[in-house]
């Protein structure tokens, strides 16, 4: 491998793009850019800054100035990608939801598994350093023991029937969109805070635009969870993209027996810790816990945000790709356990039912 870890992406839109200024901060050099045609290449690599364009995904994958694929695409292409990458040896960031369904997710598991590959899934806001200060505070006895995981995740991005998107059609991006784009972000936070796993849920689904572009919409514009948790805790979440005003509000509260940790993601650099006597807003980079300084890139009082999440990911998958085994990670193993979350959502959401979660 040389020096700087060498990124091929595969995919060139907005995903496509975050990754890439990332792979650069993160000391790494994009070689390669493929989109699904020639043209649509040399125009990702005109935008996102690649050195070269690549006609095809094939080409990409088999270069051997690329060390790590990262998959940008809609959903439905993720496995075949992922396989082919895996195949020729190279390591993967995969972009949420890793599959379109648990058994393919844990396929993919297995392979990257089999290949000693490092293989990664974006669930990039572990690597806000507030978040990493709430965990500390769970795990270090702080909160006391967990009682109550609440919160929400909400967008407006298809609030109208005019909006669209590939990830509305069931085909591209899957049976669930809603609680598959964002919901699995909230679940995967709260679960990497509080050290429990959701084991039980009861779930119910909406979809507020049964059309967009004149096609009939299968995939929920949001989701209601109420769940149970392996240590005895219960939480709630809402998941919606049709909640005017709300751009990429991902709230939560874990209720511990002395301290309540409230994050919120559209004003990240500080964290509400309540208390019975005193309530306090803890600032990023004043004196916060080692394990979420580490992750603190500028000076307190100068905000960080959703980029610097990405370039911290980046950065410890293309660490592990070296050989070392940075905490907190999310792996595809991480990328199983959305899809599993996600596959009860739907069941129970279908059923009317409480439905356990594969564990
Ligand atoms: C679109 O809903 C999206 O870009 C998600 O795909 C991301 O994972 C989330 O971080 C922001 O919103």
Same mark, same amino acid.
């Given at each position: 491998?040389?020096?700087?870890?060498?990124?091929?992406?595969?995919?060139?839109?907005?995903?496509?793009?975050?990754?890439?200024?990332?792979?650069?901060?993160?000391?790494?050099?994009?070689?390669?850019?493929?989109?699904?045609?020639?043209?649509?290449?040399?125009?990702?690599?005109?935008?996102?800054?690649?050195?070269?364009?690549?006609?095809?995904?094939?080409?990409?994958?088999?270069?051997?100035?690329?060390?790590?694929?990262?998959?940008?695409?809609?959903?439905?292409?993720?496995?075949?990608?992922?396989? +082919?990458?895996?195949?020729?040896?190279?390591?993967?960031?995969? *972009?949420?939801?890793?599959?379109?369904?648990?058994?393919?997710?844990? *396929?993919?598991? $297995?392979?990257?598994?089999?290949?000693?590959? @490092?293989?990664?899934?974006?669930?990039?806001?572990?690597?806000?350093? @507030?978040?990493?200060?709430?965990?500390?505070?769970?795990?270090?006895?702080?909160?006391?023991?967990?009682?109550?995981?609440?919160?929400?995740?909400?967008? #407006?991005?298809?609030? $109208?029937?005019?909006? #669209?998107?590939?990830?509305?059609?069931?085909?591209?991006?899957? &049976?669930?969109?809603?609680?598959?784009?964002?919901?699995?972000?909230?679940?995967?936070?709260?679960?990497?805070?509080?050290?429990?796993?959701?084991?039980?849920?009861?779930?119910?689904?909406?979809?507020?635009?049964?059309?967009?572009?004149?096609?009939?919409?299968?995939?929920?514009?949001?989701?209601?969870?109420?769940?149970?948790?392996?240590?005895? +805790?219960?939480?709630?979440?809402?998941?919606?993209?049709?909640?005017?005003?709300?751009?990429?509000?991902?709230?939560?509260?874990?209720?511990?027996?002395?301290?309540?940790?409230?994050? #919120?993601? *559209?004003?990240? $650099?500080?964290?509400?810790?309540?208390?019975?006597?005193?309530?306090?807003?803890?600032?990023?980079?004043?004196?916060?816990?080692?394990?979420?300084?580490?992750?603190?890139?500028?000076?307190?009082?100068?905000?960080?945000?959703?980029?610097?999440?990405? $370039? &911290?990911?980046?950065?410890?998958?293309?660490?592990?790709?070296?050989?070392?085994?940075?905490?907190?990670?999310?792996?595809?193993?991480?990328?199983?356990?959305?899809?599993?979350?996600?596959?009860?959502?739907?069941?129970?959401?279908?059923?009317?039912?409480?439905?356990?979660?594969? +564990?």
């Amino acid at each position: 491998m040389a020096d700087r870890i060498r990124a091929g992406i595969v995919g060139t839109g907005f995903m496509g793009t975050v990754h890439a200024r990332a792979i650069r901060r993160s000391g790494g050099v994009v070689t390669r850019v493929a989109g699904s045609t020639p043209e649509s290449s040399a125009a990702g690599r005109e935008r996102i800054g690649a050195e070269s364009a690549t006609e095809s995904v094939d080409e990409l994958i088999a270069a051997d100035d690329v060390d790590v694929v990262h998959v940008c695409t809609p959903n439905a292409t993720h496995a075949p990608l992922v396989r +082919a990458a895996i195949a020729a040896g190279k390591s993967v960031v995969c *972009e949420k939801p890793l599959a379109v369904d648990a058994a393919e997710a844990q *396929e993919l598991l $297995d392979l990257a598994t089999a290949a000693g590959v @490092t293989a990664t899934v974006p669930f990039v806001y572990r690597f806000y350093p @507030t978040v990493r200060e709430a965990r500390a505070r769970v795990a270090d006895g702080s909160a006391g023991p967990v009682r109550l995981l609440h919160g929400s995740y909400l967008q #407006d991005w298809l609030a $109208d029937a005019t909006d #669209d998107d590939w990830r509305v059609d069931a085909a591209a991006g899957g &049976a669930s969109r809603a609680f598959a784009d964002i919901g699995v972000h909230w679940c995967d936070l709260v679960e990497f805070v509080s050290g429990h796993r959701i084991t039980r849920l009861a779930a119910r689904t909406l979809t507020v635009h049964p059309e967009r572009g004149g096609r009939p919409v299968t995939t929920e514009d949001a989701a209601v969870v109420l769940f149970e948790t392996d240590r005895g +805790a219960a939480g709630n979440v809402t998941v919606s993209q049709v909640t005017p005003g709300r751009k990429n509000r991902l709230w939560f509260s874990v209720d511990g027996a002395t301290e309540s940790l409230c994050f #919120d993601q *559209e004003n990240p $650099d500080s964290l509400w810790i309540g208390g019975r006597e005193v309530n306090r807003q803890l600032l990023r980079g004043s004196g916060g816990h080692p394990a979420a300084e580490r992750y603190s890139v500028v000076p307190a009082g100068h905000p960080q945000g959703y980029q610097d999440c990405f $370039d &911290a990911f980046v950065a410890d998958t293309h660490a592990a790709v070296a050989g070392s085994a940075p905490d907190g990670l999310p792996t595809f193993a991480d990328g199983v356990r959305a899809a599993r979350v996600t596959a009860a959502v739907l069941e129970s959401a279908a059923a009317r039912t409480w439905v356990e979660v594969a +564990a």
